[in-house]
């Protein structure tokens, strides 16, 4: 399996065939707006401003299942994002990254690396980090910063 057996809706309604990012190293992060760890958005763009030229891309997934710390609509969390973390890099729909309604792109992710607890997504933030082939690398805790994976990053994209 790789990142290119998946379609993905973007934040905007229009669905993606995530192989598009084929040829790209991508970091895949479940998001909340409304989360102590919500600040490392400002960690994601500055990792995007700064790697997607060499052929970083970033996809946020929001997602509710954590303390309810992502409650609204994809508009409100398009607008959150935008306005309060200048977010330039895709975001996706609302998924589920746990349990049976899981979204298949993160079924896939968390049984190839589980984490310290197991397959499930510990919490909000959790990253992924795929090669250029769309094959999963890494998985990063959710407390492990943006900033953190610079050395990973620029081992996958060089």
Same mark, same amino acid.
């Given at each position: 399996?790789?990142?290119? !057996? ?10 993606? !065939? ?14 909340? &707006? ?19 030229? &060499? ?85 990063? &805790? ?17």
């Amino acid at each position: 399996m790789a990142l290119s !057996d998946f379609v993905a809706t973007k934040i905007t309604g229009d669905p993606v !065939d995530l192989g598009a990012y084929q040829g790209k190293v991508v970091l895949v992060v479940n998001t909340a &707006s409304q989360c102590g760890l919500t600040p490392q958005y400002a960690g994601l763009q500055t990792l995007y401003e700064t790697y997607a030229d &060499s052929g970083l891309e970033i996809l946020g997934f929001p997602c509710d299942q954590f303390g309810h710390q992502e409650p609204g609509t994809e508009a409100e969390i398009a607008d959150f994002c935008e306005l309060n973390y200048g977010v330039s890099f895709p975001m996706f729909a609302k998924i589920e990254v746990n349990g049976e309604r899981a979204h298949p792109l993160y079924q896939w992710l968390t049984s190839t690396i589980p984490g310290e607890n197991g397959p499930d997504i510990e919490w909000n933030f959790a990253k992924f980090l795929l090669n250029r082939d769309g094959e999963l690398l890494q998985r990063y &805790s959710p407390q492990v910063k943006p900033e953190e994976l610079t050395g990973d990053l620029e081992k996958a994209l060089h």
